[in-house]
Nanobody, 125 residues
Framework: QVQLVESGGGLVQAGGSLRLSCAASGRTFSSYPMGWFRQAPGKERELVAGISASGRATYFPDSVKGRFTISRDNAKNTVYLQMNSLKPEDTAVYYC??????????????????WGQGTQVTVSS
């Protein structure tokens, strides 16, 4: 079992930056691909960044490419999401997810087995 706890959300002006953290419990964290997702009211949960278990492979959709980066520190059981040049449309609840069923980064939320409680990110214009 893995438990995930996100932190670092908040209110920021457009153009600003935030760094989210996701702390994991459990010895198997380092073997899981991880993803950061977001969900805005009335919208589906979407992947905004994914990282392989080793950290060598990452994935970003076009909507955040060049603005968001993802990293992980397996020694600290933590995955990070650095968000720069934030836009009002980035406003959402951000979740981290852990995937125990394979090594690939997947975009579908249903591919992830473990979730944190989410952290709110609000970007004002």
């Amino acid at each position: 079992q893995v438990q995930l706890v996100e932190s670092g959300g908040g209110l920021v002006q457009a153009g600003g930056s935030l760094r989210l953290s996701c702390a994991a419990s459990g010895r198997t964290f380092s073997s899981y691909p991880m993803g950061w997702f977001r969900q805005a009211p009335g919208k589906e949960r979407e992947l905004v960044a994914g990282i392989s278990a080793s950290g060598r492979a990452t994935y970003f959709p076009d909507s955040v490419k060049g603005r968001f980066t993802i990293s992980r520190d397996n020694a600290k059981n933590t995955v990070y999401l650095q968000m720069n040049s934030l836009k009002p449309e980035d406003t959402a609840v951000y979740y981290c997810g852990g995937r125990s069923g394979g090594s690939a980064i997947k975009a579908a939320p249903t591919a992830y087995d473990y979730w944190g409680q989410g952290t709110q990110v609000t970007v004002s214009s």
